[in-house]
Structure formats: structure tokens, C-alpha cells
């Protein structure tokens, strides 16, 4: 039976590992486009022949603070939703977005949007389609997103990032070499644009937190079922140790068995 368990988890620790590898793939992915649209943004609202309208980034102080929790649907994580759970029944005041299985029984009257982690990237355009409405129509004081962010196979920490609004000139700390000097022949309305560009921008953001997650996810699996691993190792050792003893004690009390006989016929 140990053994059959064993092999079971020996797997989910392997493909735990895989997962991780795909997910720090999959998030590079995303990153180089939201790097390439952060550039863009940047060089359309600082071109000089441009009118552009500075509010369609900024905050609407009488607007909603709207939340992204990103959970898992699967088990064998530890306390992986644990503050998750505890932050959403902590959250009176902001609008919610769940993601994730395991935290969707917290949900309450201002949750907007809750998806199955397995569902995220089919459902996503719901996602796409509501922070679009509310960027649009001006509604939104900010957005972040609450998640389990991985850094290194050692170090996972539980964070809320902001994106929204958008720190466009944090942009030109980390590249000095954008080109400002191109002007832009546009046929539509800039700041219809523009609003395009953060939304998309800001929907990668969530993509790229959703990858990042899934990494941390699976490194505490992976963890567990490592440790798991050891756990029946141990067990299995244990009980070996029991067979030993039983087979040695019976293998005595034959011998003992044998020399009574054996004394018996002697007399």
C-alpha cells in the first residue's frame, strides 16, 4: 500500500518541478509584451504633438478599489490559500475578482468575478471586459492584485502589487534609452488608444501575477510531497524493521522449539 502511495506522490513531485519551469516560462512570455506596451505607453503620452488627456491614468478618489485574489483550484499546498482566505473575509470595502478553487466559498456581495483556476485563461476576456468597462467609464480608484509571489525555490511571499494606476515614469528609471523623437500619425481619438494600452497593460500584469502563482503553487507542492516522501520512506523503514524483529522471533522460537524436541527424544 506504501508503495503504491509512494509512486503517487513521487509523480506529483515531479510534475510539481515541471510546473515550475513552465510557469517561470510562461511568465517571461507575458512580461516581454507588457515591457513592450509600458514602452509604448510611455512614448505616446510624452510625445509633444500630441494632446493627451493626463486623467485617462489617473485615480478616481470617489471611485472602487477593486481586488484580484489569485488562489488554486488543487490540494497538497499547505496553508497556500490560508491568508488568502483571511485577507478576502477581511476585505469589507473593495470589489473582488476570486481566482481559485480553493478560495471561491469566501465570496461575497461585492465579488464581481470568481473563476476555477483552471478556467482562467479560457474565461479571461470576462476578466479583460470588466476592468475595461471600469478603466473606460472611470470608475476605478485602483487595482491590485493579492497573491503568493515566487521568488526563488527558497522564498514565496504573500503580496499585494498595484496595478493600477500605472507609474509611467517609473518606466523611464529602468530604460533611459527610449526614443521620444518619433512623432505619431494617429486617425483616432488618442485617448481611446491609450485607454486600450492600459488595459491591456494591466491585463498582462494580472497574467503575469497569475504565472508567478502558479509557480509558488507548485513549489509548495512540491515541498509537501517531498516531504511526504520522506514521511513513508520512514514509515516504510519502520515497518521493516517490525518484519525483522517478528521473522527473528519466530525464527527463535522455532530454534527453542527444535532443542526441546530434540531434548525430549534424548531422555
Known sequence: MTTSVRNIVKVMNFHSLIRVDKAKREANKYFDVEKELMKLLYKIINNKNLKIDKKVNVENEN???LNVYIGNDLGFCGNFN???????????????????????????DKTLLELEKSEFFAEYPKVEKLINDYIINRKIKEINVIFNCYHSLSEITFEKKKVFPIDIDDFKKEDSDVDLSPDFVIEMNVNDIITSIIVLYICYQIKIYECNSWASENIMRERITRESIKKIDEVEEIQSRQQRKEQKGKKFKKQITNQRALMEEEK
Open 82 to 108: 490560508q491568508q488568502l482566505h483571511n485577507e478576502i473575509v477581511n476585505d469589507k470595502d473593495s470589489y473582488k475578482i476570486i481566482i481559485g478553487k480553493k478560495i471561491l466559498n469566501v465570496r461575497d
Open 63 to 65: 471611485g472602487i478599489v
